[in-house]
């Protein structure tokens, strides 16, 4: 098969290109490293792909669900620090500490949904991050692990033998496939019959319930979902840092979150990954050229906002179609001239 017939299947964008080298270069990037001796850049990667598995989540209710949540980051938090407690009191099996990690999440997201879905728009919003701020304040007043100064995790999860978390290329490769599942689930349920009504709900919440479906409900189940998940994500990231703090779960972490989802491109399957990537690499980068690196970060930001909407996988999509069209146009061009 030719390009030109994969270019005109569509399988050759540069949406799929990008994410195709972002993906082999995340999957080849522990043989670097073991080559180069670089092992910055795995733990950097590491951090970008936890983070990113957390955008993800948040991409479910925030893009496919309309669900501006200024509170993501706690989940991130409650995931961490029971991994953190728990081997703090000697209970170091992971499959105790992550089913937790994942309950614990859940059970906050239930709460804190079932009480800010009843609500739209600003409140919606200062209600989550309420109920993160709190979360984050009981974080520091627990003096018996740490408080404000974090407290140190000595001991890895571990499974009976069957993994080792403590080398970094196996714990990055369980990251890597984490990852890659919850962006898998977030796209088959973000187009499931449970999806659409989630997406029909953003669109007109009163012409859903109209017709008969318990919007309510699907909205609760898909916050609770992205908790948990996000949840898992904490338990990943307190993991790598062997460290838990209560800055885990600030409401500026729920900010960077939600700029991995806007930058990327919300609603779009890899646009977390995309947008987590490029804001976090793009940190490192300036962050070694200045002290003073946000004021650089800042305006790039805000020029993807107002003129990207979609984000980088709308500028993506927007040069696939302005090619597609030149394409044709230089194609019917030729058709007439050998006509003539």
Request: proline fraction near 2%; glycine fraction near 12%; charged fraction near 10%.
């Amino acid at each position: 098969m030719t390009s030109g017939a994969w270019f005109r299947r569509g399988w050759i964008t540069p949406r799929n290109v990008v994410v195709a080298a972002i993906l082999t270069f995340v999957v080849l990037l522990p043989v670097y490293t073991s080559g180069t001796g670089n092992y910055f850049l795995l733990s950097l990667f590491t951090r970008i792909v936890i983070l990113a598995m957390a955008a993800s989540t948040l991409n479910l209710i925030l893009g496919y669900g309309g669900m501006v949540s200024f509170g993501h980051a706690a989940y991130v938090g409650i995931g961490g620090y029971v991994v953190g407690i728990l081997a703090h009191e000697g209970i170091t099996t992971g499959f105790l500490q992550w089913p937790l990690a994942l309950i614990a999440s859940g059970v906050f997201g239930l709460v804190v949904g079932a009480l800010s879905l009843r609500t739209r728009g600003v409140y919606f919003i200062m209600i989550t991050l309420a109920f993160a701020q709190m979360i984050y304040y009981v974080a520091l007043a627990l003096d018996r692990y740490g408080g404000d100064d974090g407290m140190t995790i000595y001991t890895r999860s571990q499974f009976a033998g069957l993994i080792d978390l403590s080398q970094k290329t196996v714990f990055y490769y369980l990251c890597v496939v984490l990852l890659l599942g919850t962006i898998y689930l977030v796209h088959r349920l973000a187009n499931s019959r449970f999806g659409l009504v989630i997406q029909g709900s953003r669109s007109n919440d009163r012409r859903m319930r109209a017709i008969g479906f318990p919007t309510f409900r699907y909205r609760l189940t898909c916050f609770v979902i992205a908790g948990m998940l996000c949840g898992l994500s904490g338990a990943l990231l307190a993991t790598h840092t062997d460290f838990i703090s209560p800055a885990m779960m600030h409401w500026t972490r729920s900010g960077d979150l939600i700029v991995m989802v806007v930058l990327g491109g919300m609603a779009s399957v890899f646009g977390p990954l995309i947008g987590a990537v490029a804001l976090l690499v793009l940190e490192e980068v300036l962050s070694g050229i200045t002290e003073y690196w946000q004021i650089i970060l800042g305006p790039l930001l805000l020029l993807v906002v107002l003129f990207a909407r979609g984000g980088v996988d709308g500028i993506l999509l927007h040069w696939h179609d302005h090619y597609r069209s030149a394409s044709h146009g230089i194609g019917n061009l030729l058709a007439r001239m050998r006509r003539g």
